[in-house]
Every structure is written in structure tokens, then in C-alpha cells.
């Protein structure tokens, strides 16, 4: 099997607790949502961290989880990981150069796969409108407890609206002050056309020392309620 290596993938307190909250929040969203793609308006506002981080969170949690780079025009999670001699990527299974189990890699994380999107394709909103990515979908909804695919923006290309007809549900990446209300609403609508729930959003590069609000609001109202908890069981 070939094998990639992730590289910085470790995360300070605040954000493995971020990913937490949003594995147990995509746990709770039912059993049927096993097939799960990340999107986003525009790129560069982190969908492909955050849609890796979220795979090795659920496979901390005991699940086998296969992580898929559906972005065949510019994919960046090659140039940021480690490949371990020539890989072959979905590109290479959709277009018939590889069958499934050729183009599925182990990582370092144990219950983590992934699949590289691969070489750029000259067409690549046909090769994913194609049966062979559909059986592909079907096939790896069977093997594995999830499924994760980081598409490219939507709105960008076609290509996410494409890939979410074959998902159970998606989950929109947003930057922070970075996009329109109205530009978010028409990426939303978009989404929606190809019949694939929306289980979210998620806010992404929040300046925390901007925002200080949250941390002060959270920090006394947490502070605060288990400081009362903790003297009740004391004086109990």
C-alpha cells in the first residue's frame, strides 16, 4: 500500500478542542452522514486543514476514516506532505489508469487513509461526474466508518456541486471577514441545488486577541460554573 506521510499536523489545546466539538457535532448529525464534503467560497480560507484535521480527530475516536482530495485543478496537500516514491491519485483511478486499492495510502495516524488527488486532468469536472467516482464513493462508504472529501470552492468550479450529489452531507469552510454575506448566501444556494444537506458552517482564522469577547466570556462563565461545582461537591 503506499504510504504519505502528514507533516505539521499537531494542534494546540484550543484548536484540538475545536476539532473535538466539531467531531462530536458531526457524530450527533446521524448515522446516515457517513460521506461528508468540505467546501468553501473562495480558496485559501483553510477547508483543506480543516477538512484533514476533522479525518485524524474521528480516527482519534476509534474510527476508520478515509480521507479523499477531490481538488484534481490545484490541489495543495501534496506540496505540504511527505510521498513516499510515485503515487498514483484519484485522477489516476478516474480516468481507468489504477484500480480503488491502488490509489489508497496509509498514513502515520492509525485508522487514517487517503486518497491524493493525483495528477491535474484535462477534464476534470467529467471525471467526477463519471460512474467510476460514484462506485468509488459507494465502495469506500462500505469499507470505512467516514468518509471526508476536501473539493475545491465552490465558488470557484463546478466541481464540489458535482461531488456533493454522490455525499451524504457537506460542511462549508468560511474565513473570517473575508467573504460577503451575500456572496456566502449564493455559494450556499449553489450547494444546495445538488440535493446534498448542508450539516454547517465552520468559522476558520478568527483572530482570537481581536475577538476577545469570547475568550472572556468563556473563560468566566466556564471559571465560574466549575468553581461553584467543585466547592458544591467539596462541601457535600
Same mark, same amino acid.
Given at each position: 500500500?503506499?504510504?504519505?506521510?502528514?507533516?505539521?499536523?499537531?494542534?494546540?489545546?484550543?484548536?484540538?478542542?475545536?476539532?473535538?466539538t466539531l467531531r462530536?457535532?458531526?457524530?450527533?448529525?446521524?448515522?446516515?452522514?457517513?460521506?461528508?464534503?468540505?467546501?468553501?467560497?473562495?480558496?485559501?480560507?483553510?477547508?483543506?486543514?480543516?477538512?484533514?484535521?476533522?479525518?485524524?480527530?474521528?480516527?482519534?475516536?476509534?474510527?476508520?476514516?478515509?480521507?479523499?482530495?477531490?481538488?484534481?485543478?490545484?490541489?495543495?496537500?501534496?506540496?505540504?506532505?511527505?510521498?513516499?516514491?510515485?503515487?498514483?491519485?484519484?485522477?489516476?483511478?478516474?480516468?481507468?489508469?489504477?484500480?480503488?486499492?491502488?490509489?489508497?495510502?496509509?498514513?502515520?495516524?492509525?485508522?487514517?487513509?487517503?486518497?491524493?488527488?493525483?495528477?491535474? +486532468?484535462?477534464? +476534470?469536472?467529467?471525471?467526477?461526474?463519471?460512474r467510476r467516482f460514484?462506485?468509488?464513493?459507494?465502495?469506500?462508504?462500505?469499507?470505512?466508518?467516514?468518509?471526508?472529501?476536501?473539493? +475545491?470552492?465552490?465558488?470557484?468550479?463546478?466541481?464540489?456541486?458535482?461531488?456533493?450529489?454522490?455525499?451524504?452531507?457537506?460542511?462549508?469552510?468560511?474565513?473570517?471577514?473575508?467573504?460577503?454575506?451575500?456572496?456566502?448566501?449564493?455559494?450556499?444556494?449553489?450547494?444546495?441545488?445538488?440535493?446534498? +444537506?448542508?450539516?454547517?458552517?465552520?468559522?476558520?482564522?478568527?483572530?482570537?486577541?481581536?475577538?476577545?469577547?469570547?475568550?472572556?466570556?468563556?473563560?468566566?462563565?466556564?471559571?465560574?460554573?466549575?468553581?461553584?461545582?467543585?466547592?458544591?461537591?467539596?462541601?457535600?
Amino acid at each position: 500500500m503506499q504510504e504519505v506521510i502528514l507533516k505539521n499536523v499537531e494542534k494546540d489545546y484550543r484548536s484540538n478542542e475545536a476539532y473535538k466539538t466539531l467531531r462530536t457535532n458531526v457524530e450527533f448529525s446521524g448515522a446516515d452522514k457517513k460521506v461528508i464534503v468540505f467546501s468553501s467560497c473562495t480558496p485559501n480560507e483553510g477547508k483543506s486543514t480543516v477538512s484533514l484535521s476533522l479525518a485524524m480527530s474521528l480516527a482519534e475516536g476509534d474510527k476508520n476514516v478515509l480521507f479523499v482530495d477531490a481538488d484534481l485543478r490545484k490541489s495543495v496537500l501534496v506540496g505540504r506532505h511527505q510521498i513516499k516514491g510515485q503515487i498514483k491519485g484519484l485522477s489516476h483511478f478516474l480516468s481507468g489508469q489504477a484500480d480503488a486499492k491502488d490509489v489508497i495510502a496509509k498514513t502515520q495516524a492509525n485508522g487514517l487513509f487517503c486518497v491524493l488527488a493525483g495528477v491535474v +486532468p484535462p477534464n +476534470p469536472a467529467e471525471l467526477l461526474g463519471n460512474r467510476r467516482f460514484e462506485a468509488f464513493i459507494e465502495g469506500a462508504k462500505k469499507a470505512y466508518d467516514y468518509v471526508i472529501i476536501d473539493a +475545491p470552492p465552490v465558488g470557484s468550479v463546478i466541481d464540489s456541486a458535482i461531488i456533493a450529489k454522490f455525499c451524504d452531507a457537506s460542511i462549508l469552510v468560511i474565513a473570517a471577514n473575508t467573504i460577503s454575506y451575500k456572496f456566502a448566501k449564493s455559494v450556499k444556494d449553489q450547494l444546495e441545488k445538488s440535493g446534498c +444537506p448542508i450539516l454547517g458552517v465552520v468559522l476558520n482564522k478568527v483572530n482570537m486577541k481581536q475577538n476577545k469577547y469570547y475568550g472572556k466570556y468563556y473563560g468566566k462563565y466556564y471559571g465560574a460554573y466549575y468553581g461553584e461545582y467543585y466547592k458544591k461537591d467539596d462541601d457535600e
